[in-house]
Antibody, heavy 113, light 106 residues
Framework: EVQLQQSGAELGKPGTSVKLSCKVS????????MHWVNQRPGKGLEWIGR????????IYAEKFKSKATLTADTSSNTAYMQLSQLKSDDTAIYFC??????WGQGTLVTVSS | NTVMTQSPTSMFISVGDRVTMNCKAS??????VDWYQQKTGQSPKLLIY???NRYTGVPDRFTGSGSGTDFTLTISNMQAEDLAVYYC????????FGAGTKLELK
């Protein structure tokens, strides 16, 4: 069974960074893209970017190019997303997803001083 | 960027209704469109891939259609368990979600 287990909720201060993780079991992440999607409170889904864990290649939505950094560790079958220069409107649930079929449970990031 | 304009924003429906929602792409995306269902507090769930292919286990009351710029998700014989927000996603030019259609009970 494929499962994506995301790290726990984060509380970050404005101007700081947080790094979220997404550990995959039941599937080798080298064989797929890992996507990240966010959802602001009461709002819709927004695609952030994706990484090819086999070679580290990434693509980002334009608005997230200076906000998110995607990485992956194939030895631990885990994808990561770092969010930098946090602002209040970065407060959201962040999902990792594979092939559209498999999604993590989401990580709530709250930005507050 | 490819914009996906989803309509309507919300619909008030009754059990047994036939429900139709739409997504319009700002440029030709072929059939590179998926539809997702998201219930409150849950992660999205894939319903339709490649515009018209129902994913394994999805009830056959869900039907996707369209190509190019115009796409439709139809739910025939709406069930209470189908109350959710539905999103389209294009993946022809990077990836873009529509804003969602929320189904609510009358």
């Amino acid at each position: 069974e494929v499962q994506l287990q995301q790290s726990g909720a984060e509380l970050g201060k404005p101007g700081t960074s947080v790094k979220l993780s997404c550990k995959v079991s039941g599937y080798n992440i080298r064989n797929t893209y890992m996507h990240w999607v966010n959802q602001r409170p009461g709002k819709g889904l927004e695609w952030i970017g994706r990484i090819d864990p086999a070679n580290g290649n990434t693509i980002y939505a334009e608005k997230f190019k200076s906000k998110a950094t995607l990485t992956a560790d194939t030895s631990s079958n885990t994808a990561y997303m770092q969010l930098s220069q946090l602002k209040s409107d970065d407060t959201a649930i962040y999902f990792c997803a594979m092939m559209g079929l498999y999604w993590g449970q989401g990580t709530l990031v709250t930005v507050s001083s | 960027n490819t914009v996906m304009t989803q309509s309507p924003t919300s619909m008030f429906i009754s059990v047994g209704d036939r429900v139709t929602m739409n997504c319009k792409a700002s440029q030709n995306v072929g059939t590179n469109v998926d539809w997702y269902q998201q219930k409150t507090g849950q992660s999205p769930k894939l319903l339709i891939y490649g515009a018209s292919n129902r994913y394994t286990g999805v009830p056959d009351r869900f039907t996707g259609s369209g190509s190019g710029t115009d796409f439709t998700l139809t739910i025939s014989n709406m069930q209470a368990e189908d109350l959710a927000v539905y999103y389209c996603l294009q993946y022809n030019y990077n990836y873009t979600f529509g804003a969602g259609t929320k189904l609510e009970l009358k």
